[in-house]
């Protein structure tokens, strides 16, 4: 059985899953990174390898999220995929009518607009992260409650509380004046809800033309008060597609498999023994200029792999030599 | 005297150029290449809510201070943009940081020439005007080849097979240019590197993705204000076009226009159904510009505008009501912007025109 690796390295969490040719679920994970995310993927493709089927072999690996690169460097990546089109292209395939994907991450959020199955329109947050997953879990741990129970009290609420949206510390501070006033946690709660989709359409949404069928995935579409404040805003039921979190893997798992099968090319995917390898991340400023660029590097057995972050190519060409 | 002037693509080729036939080069600072020291130079004295261009041009005349400038030449107009206080704003900011350097203004709205011309005879005082002009002439004849080149060099990047190899040769070209002293050897060494482009080994992939990169002058010249953009497009397989360019400034703003020639007519004409009239900066030039690519068969629009930037906010709000339908990129530019972020989009924005060409039935051309 051909089976393909679509690995999406996010901020947050790491997502590994396995695709057959069907595009059929066969394996997956999800974990934090934990800011490791060396570790992660080795661990991740332990786990996949044990989930695996006796006669599944991988035929392609791709990558995606903003760790794209350095997973595409450990894994022997056959293809290295930005994780807008990755989010499109699962999402086109669990909901091939969708028109509008909203994607909201742990520390970025997308929407993705879709008219007759391509991709016309996206938009993602540049300069804020405050409506974003990790402000979420910031804010549950203020309010002492865990980021799994954070839906059921928002689906409790009756009168939510209204939150300022536009800034995280603003949020808090209104959060905690609300939680002085005496707010029941579950208005608070949904409260927060609501701000955060106020200051997602605000941001990242604005002047997108946000048509039914609505999708929404990334890790925060487990949180049901965030359904909810979506599905009140437009008045309509915002779909969220089964493995909502893993939806980036799998599109670039999708990718690969099309790639791989269009240009009749064999895998190079470095192979399960990657997991007993050492990497070495580490990181300089090069002085060559006044630029400063910090550069970062990974390295196996004192061989460096590759490089990221220069400005010119000086140290792209030292790794050829 | 030693004049500074700010660093603005490849503007100091001609000026140096111009100073050399003169004899006055003791009398021209160079100012560096932009570096993040001249964009943390410029932030840090500028107003928060500056614009790049005006954060960037200070930070480079800060570094001319530093190189022994007692003269500075910035420009001045009386758009409708923040241009026109660039130079009294910024000369204030010297002065408080203990720079006493002199600001000579170039007014880029009205009498460029006389403005130019004047600037440089304040340089070397005892050479006849005839000298003056066809020193000039000596020096933008180095700009229109820099541009001859570049376009080359912009349609090489997208299909080149070892990417990079075009912009080292670009590289040398401008080295060259810059060493060239006399008018033949211009266009001996324009030859010999759009030659040398033209062997560059290419993929046999025809008709790449092609994109129109529009927005502010001054973001869309700097390759440093726009983070290598037109290169990264580049490393993509697109081909870049862009209108503005030096040499396109001077040979209408300096010359045809008083001619009668306008320059951007057709652009104008072309965004009248949607905003008829100057938005100050390149606004207008944005939209109508969109619209001309759109005709052209372009498959894209990638739009630079400045953080804060009026004009350009305005055009980026009336592009999507224009009648073409042509995928726009809209990237801001500011310190803030991380190039990560900005590849991301890159990435995603070229998906998605080859998933238009695909759907429309024609060939991928994916050089990737």
């Known amino acids: ?321 | 005297m030693k004049l500074g002037i700010p660093h603005f693509g490849n503007v100091y080729v001609p000026m140096k150029a111009i100073a050399q036939q003169l004899g006055i080069t003791d009398a021209l600072i160079i100012p560096p290449p932009m570096t993040q020291k001249t964009l943390n130079l410029g932030v840090k004295y500028s107003p928060y809510e500056a614009c790049l261009p005006y954060k960037l041009t200070l930070g480079s005349l800060i570094e001319t201070c530093e190189l022994g400038a007692n003269t500075l030449a910035q420009a001045r107009g009386s758009g409708i943009c923040r241009l026109g206080y660039y130079a009294k704003n910024q000369e204030q900011i010297l002065r408080d940081l203990g720079y006493s350097a002199k600001f000579l203004t170039i007014d880029v709205s009205h009498n460029k020439l006389i403005s130019i011309l004047r600037l440089i005879k304040n340089l070397a005082n005892d050479a006849s005007w005839y000298e003056i002009s066809s020193a000039f002439f000596f020096g933008i004849s180095k700009l229109f080849a820099l541009d001859k080149i570049e376009k080359v060099v912009q349609e090489i990047r997208a299909i080149e097979v070892e990417k990079g190899t075009a912009n080292k040769i670009y590289h040398e070209a401008i080295r060259n240019i810059d060493e060239a002293t006399k008018r033949k050897g211009i266009k001996d060494i324009t030859k010999e590197y759009i030659e040398k482009l033209n062997h560059i080994e290419k993929n046999n992939k025809d008709h790449p993705l092609k994109v129109g990169v529009v927005g502010e002058i001054y973001v869309v010249i700097e390759p440093f204000a726009n983070m290598d953009i037109e290169e990264e497009l580049g490393k993509l397989g697109v081909e870049v076009e862009r209108t503005m360019t030096l040499s396109r400034w001077v040979k209408y703003s300096l010359f045809l226009n008083y001619l009668g020639a306008d320059e951007w007519r057709k652009v104008h004409h072309l965004a009248k159904p949607y905003i008829d009239h100057d938005v100050g900066g390149d606004g207008w030039e944005s939209v109508g510009e969109k619209i001309l690519f759109a005709h052209k068969g372009f498959d894209g629009i990638v739009h630079l505008a400045p953080f804060t930037c009026m004009p350009e906010i305005v055009a980026q709000n009336v592009m999507p009501s224009t009648r073409e339908d042509i995928p726009v990129l809209a990237v801001t530019c500011d310190e803030q912007q991380g190039k990560q972020g900005l590849l991301t989009r890159l990435e995603a924005f070229v998906d998605l025109l080859e998933f238009r060409r695909r759907k429309n039935g024609r060939r991928i051309y994916n050089t990737r």
Not at chain 1, 91 to 104: G, K, L, N, R, S
Not at chain 1, 163 to 181: L, N, P, W, Y
């Open chain 1, 1 to 321: 059985m051909k089976t393909y690796l679509g690995v999406d390295v996010g901020s947050v969490t790491t997502k590994l899953v396995l695709i057959n040719e069907n595009y059929d679920l066969v394996a997956s994970i999800y974990s934090r990174t934990q800011g490791n995310p060396v570790d992660m993927i080795k661990k991740g493709l332990q786990k996949i390898r044990n989930q695996m089927p006796q006669e599944a072999q991988i035929a392609g690996v791709a990558t995606t999220g903003s760790g794209r690169q350095l997973a595409g460097v450990m894994l022997g990546a056959d293809l290295v995929k930005n994780e807008i089109t990755a989010h499109a292209v699962a999402a086109m395939h669990y909901v091939p009518d969708v028109q509008t994907i909203f994607e909201i991450g742990g520390q970025d959020s997308k929407i993705i607009i879709v008219r007759d199955g391509i991709v016309v329109d996206f938009g993602m947050n540049s300069v804020c992260a405050a409506g974003t997953g990790s402000f979420l879990d910031h804010q549950a741990e203020r309010l002492n409650i865990r980021i799994e129970d954070f839906g059921s009290h928002a689906m409790r609420s009756q009168n939510p509380a209204r939150i300022a949206g536009r800034c995280t510390v603003f949020a808090e501070s209104d959060m905690i004046h609300k939680q002085q006033m005496g707010y029941p946690i579950d208005d608070i709660v949904y409260g927060l809800s609501q701000s955060l989709v106020r200051n997602y359409l605000n941001n990242v949404a604005l002047g997108k033309a946000i048509l039914p069928k609505m999708v929404f995935q990334g890790g925060v579409a487990f949180n049901q008060g965030i359904i909810r404040a979506f599905n009140e805003t437009f008045h309509t039921e915002v779909f969220v597609p089964p493995h909502n979190e893993l939806m980036g893997a799998i599109g670039a798992a999708m990718l690969v498999h099309e790639e791989m099968r269009d240009d009749h090319r064999k895998s190079s995917f470095a192979g399960f023994g990657i997991s007993n390898t050492e990497y070495k991340i580490s990181s300089f400023t090069c002085k060559a200029c006044p630029n400063l660029c910090e550069i970062s590097q990974i390295a196996m057995d004192g061989k460096v792999l590759a490089r990221w972050g220069a400005r010119c190519d000086m140290w792209d060409r030292i790794d050829k030599k």
